[in-house]
């Protein structure tokens, strides 16, 4: 059964855009979630090339459990043990929402897979009304439906997959039923997979097969001696093929060869590559039902070399179908450009662009509401990745200056429960995250280090001989903030374990500069971090060493930049005393956006000491003092007591600070909170300060009563 996503373009042009055809031999589908090979990454950073076609999220080990609702466990990415919805042990992972969407855009299918080897509490039906009602609790909680307790919020999964190894096969067919019951009629096409085990017929799935439409079958040809890849004289493809064709409900249903990725994840079966392509091989020429292979799980797979690579080589290399024609790229860049231009104009989001000066901020922050609108529109629209990557290029390029910004440090974990990047970037609550930090500048190999606690560092990965962490799976996040409208940028320093930061002269100053630009900015480098994903720019959080040296840094990256066609950023984040130890030569010397200054650690200048806070000083050193003199200062706080010894106050005193600050200084940008995990633990405390931020705000009513002048860098691109 072929699947392909039709979009119209709102009627300006159409066509049908390439996604998952289940029709092909040469389809990869991979297991994830069981973190086999000790490294799991988010959900996302298997899905940046076209290597992988299928994933099944596994397992979901309970069907019924606590409150009446099914568990799922994903190990180190969501758990029950991370959080569940109330009275219940199904765990809410919505932050996974724009991994699991990322993934549907670039053309890959999303499933769940229920059952699983491993601990399986509760599966399985004692009736068929027991198994129709739990069919409706997945269609509504996982699928086309609609509930309460969606684990992946907004996202729709493309489908279940059945990976039962206990309990009897009875009822499985009215399950499946049902949920093609539900399913008819939906614009979505969803899917029903199961992996059976290689011995025929299969002790838990037979009925199923025989009585309902599967799409296809994983089959496990490992853990069974008689029938594993290893047993050349049992390797049993043949009888799975004349199943396919001739018992099976489905007789299109396609056979996947199921193969361990390496000897760690299965006992018996595992083969190596070669001997594994000679087996696809065979396959294809010899099996028309063959749909592809099957791994477990990609986590191993990528830790014995990639093996997935090798399998996808063996697929597509040696297809009868042949690899399809590749869309010409500028062509398509054309069609979303041109398509934008036409969706802004529809949603007429121009009239609010202006020269008049009193309305110009006015028009700046509502064009971007609008633009926001029209690029979500055309994402919908548009679906393929590709597309709608050069389509947000387009709509960035055309964004004025937003100001009234709120924006938050990401990195450190300080609530102890730190999500994915692209969680915080859901809402217009946030409008910049700087990712702190890199406390290293000059380490093993001649490369600099970060650390992102619990989601990047040192210990979940680095290029070959150096400390520099390897972040390739973050880059669809960033991606995904981008095409919202935030900007990205990394913070250098940061005020714990800054080991080896600052430079020794200008020529150091400038080689790092030139390494930043090449590995994090507009640069090229086989060491990139983040993979594809060009970051909009830098922040200086520097709290030790001397300030020597900063404005040839910050200079040598504006050089870098000239002519890009690409916006970048520089801040920084002084201490509230002036002039700041470590920062003022850069701030003197050199052209800075913004200063998002830390009210806080300091007694004698921070939030709570109502005669020592000093914005009045701060606004004068930037219209006076600053290289820059349109530098934006950001009053930074933090986002509770926990993560300052001084300078926290609460959401109603801040809001008083922050709409006087508004009022009297010319220079004020918005507001910097330290940092976003520890803000949404302490009752989303950004969403008051956004609040106070837009709500209050002169700026953004249409009768400001004076004109300002802009920045010649800060503004979104």
């Known amino acids: 059964m072929q699947f392909f996503v039709l979009a119209s373009l709102l009627g300006l042009t159409g066509g049908a855009l390439a996604a998952f055809d289940m029709n092909k031999n040469t389809n990869l589908a991979v297991y994830w979630g069981q973190n086999t090979g000790g490294n799991q990454q988010q959900l996302a950073a298997y899905c940046q090339d076209d290597t992988v076609d299928t994933i099944m999220m596994g397992f979901m080990n309970v069907f019924k459990g606590e409150g009446n609702q099914p568990s799922f466990d994903f190990s180190n990415i969501c758990s029950p043990g991370n959080s569940s919805f109330d009275g219940t042990n199904l765990p809410n992972c919505n932050y996974m929402a724009p991994d699991i969407q990322t993934c549907q855009s670039k053309g890959k299918i999303v499933t769940l897979s229920l059952g699983g080897g491993g601990k399986v509490e509760n599966v399985g039906f004692e009736s068929a009304d027991d198994a129709t009602s739990f069919a409706d609790l997945i269609w509504n909680e996982f699928l086309g439906g609609s509930s309460e307790t969606r684990p992946f919020g907004k996202a729709v999964l493309d489908g279940i997959d059945l990976d039962i190894e206990t309990q009897g096969q009875e009822f499985y067919d009215v399950f499946v039923n049902r949920i093609r019951s539900n399913a008819k009629g939906n614009s979505k096409q969803f899917f029903v997979t199961g992996a059976p085990q290689c011995i025929l017929p299969d002790g838990h799935l037979n009925t199923a097969l025989l009585n309902s439409d599967l799409d296809a079958i994983y089959v496990q040809f490992y853990n069974n001696k008689q029938c594993a890849l290893d047993n050349t004289s049992g390797f049993n493809m043949a009888a799975w093929d004349n199943f396919a064709k001739t018992k099976s409900h489905n007789k299109n249903i396609k056979v996947y060869v199921g193969a361990p990725s390496s000897t760690n994840a299965a006992g018996i079966g595992f083969v190596d590559a070669k001997t594994l392509s000679g087996i696809i091989t065979s396959a294809q020429k010899n099996f028309s039902s063959m749909g592809g292979a099957m791994l477990f799980d990609i986590t191993d ?19 009868k179908r042949g690899i399809e024609d590749v869309k010409d790229a500028h062509g398509a860049w054309a069609l979303a450009y041109i398509t934008l231009k036409r969706i802004n104009a529809k949603m007429n989001c121009q009239h609010y662009r202006t020269s008049d000066p009193l309305r110009r901020d006015f028009g ?3 064009f971007r509401r609008c633009t926001t609108a029209s690029q979500m529109h055309l994402q919908s629209s548009l679906v393929s990745s590709n597309l709608f990557r050069y389509a947000s290029f387009a709509l960035r390029s055309d964004h004025h200056t937003a100001i009234l910004d709120s924006l938050g440090y990401w990195g450190q974990n300080t609530g102890g429960n730190q999500k994915n990047l692209a969680a915080y970037c859901q809402d217009d609550t946030v409008d910049t995250i700087m990712m702190g930090f890199m406390n290293i500048f000059h380490d093993l190999g001649g490369k600099p280090r970060f650390d992102f ?15 520099l962490a390897n972040c390739s799976f973050m880059a669809a996040d960033i991606e995904t903030c981008q095409s919202k409208g935030k900007i990205i940028t990394l913070s250098l320093g940061g005020g714990g374990t800054s080991e080896d930061v600052g430079f020794t002269s200008t020529e150091d100053a400038t080689i790092f500069a030139d390494l930043i630009w090449n590995e994090f900015l507009g640069g090229t480098s086989d060491t990139r971090p983040f993979g594809s994903a060009v970051l909009d720019g830098l922040d200086l959080d520097i709290e030790t060493q001397g300030p020597e040296f900063y404005d040839d840094f910050v200079n040598r990256i504006r050089s870098n930049a000239q002519g890009h066609s690409k916006q970048f950023f520089i801040t920084a984040a002084p201490q509230c005393m002036l002039p700041d130890a470590h920062l003022n030569t850069a701030l003197v010397n050199s052209d800075i956006d913004a200063v998002y200054v830390q009210f806080y650690n300091t007694p004698q200048c921070s939030l709570d ?5 000093n914005m009045e000083a701060w606004d004068d050193f930037a219209k006076t003092s600053s290289h820059n003199k349109n530098l934006k ?8 007591a926990k993560v300052t010894g001084v300078g926290f106050v609460d959401a109603q005193t801040l809001s008083g600070i922050i709409t006087d600050s508004q009022q009297k200084f010319s220079s004020m940008g918005g507001v910097m909170l330290f940092d976003i995990s520890d803000a949404q633990n302490n009752g989303n405390i950004q969403n008051s300060i956004k609040d106070a931020l837009t709500g209050k705000s002169k700026r953004a009513l249409e009768d400001a009563s004076r004109p300002r002048v802009r920045s010649r860098h800060f503004r979104l691109d």
């Not at 990528?302 to 290399?317: D, E, I, M, P």
């Open 633 to 640: 200062v950001y009053v930074g706080v933090p986002s509770s």
């Open 364 to 366: 700046a922050v509502n």
């Open 301 to 319: 797979a990528t830790r014995n070399g990639n093996f997935q690579n090798s399998v996808k080589a063996s697929l597509t290399g040696n297809s």
């Open 609 to 613: 000491n109502s005669t020592g806070f």
């Open 453 to 467: 606690s619990n989601i990047c560092s040192p210990g979940t990965g680095v290029f070959p001989a150096t400390n």
